[in-house]
């Protein structure tokens, strides 16, 4: 990932791809909502996918993610100061790429 990303740029994404991977990248985006709202957007996604579940399944399910992820010994969720987190709660995807889009271009790169 490293030298194909120093090679030809892109855009990445990962839970460590900002803090271990590229901690230097000029731009950083932590992407975030509500579990309630993230629960019930992957709650439609699995129905889309033929593999329903029950809403409060995956409510929980991803709350003991997001703990496990920011507790675990090796390589905790973290964000370091230069991240911009973005509220997708409320946003379509398009009005969060509008978001990281002109935080990008308010910064001259």
């Given at each position: 990932?490293?030298?194909?990303g120093?090679?030809?740029?892109?855009?990445?994404?990962?839970?460590?791809?900002?803090t271990?991977?590229?901690?230097?990248?000029?731009?950083?985006?932590?992407?975030t909502?509500?579990?309630?709202?993230?629960?019930?957007?992957r709650?439609?996604?699995?129905?889309e996918?033929?593999?329903?579940?029950?809403?409060e399944?995956?409510l929980?399910?991803?709350?003991k993610?997001?703990?496990?992820?920011?507790?675990r010994?090796d390589?905790?969720?973290?964000?370091?100061?230069?991240?911009?987190?973005i509220?997708?709660?409320?946003?379509?995807?398009?009005?969060?790429?509008?978001?990281?889009?002109?935080r990008?271009?308010?910064?001259?790169?």
């Amino acid at each position: 990932q490293q030298r194909l990303g120093r090679e030809r740029g892109g855009v990445l994404e990962g839970r460590d791809i900002g803090t271990k991977v590229f901690p230097e990248t000029p731009h950083k985006f932590f992407l975030t909502a509500a579990p309630a709202i993230r629960a019930a957007r992957r709650t439609l996604e699995l129905a889309e996918r033929g593999r329903p579940q029950a809403y409060e399944d995956v409510l929980v399910e991803m709350e003991k993610r997001d703990s496990d992820d920011a507790s675990r010994a090796d390589s905790p969720l973290t964000l370091d100061d230069r991240y911009v987190v973005i509220d997708t709660g409320t946003l379509t995807p398009e009005g969060v790429v509008a978001a990281m889009e002109s935080r990008v271009a308010g910064s001259g790169g």
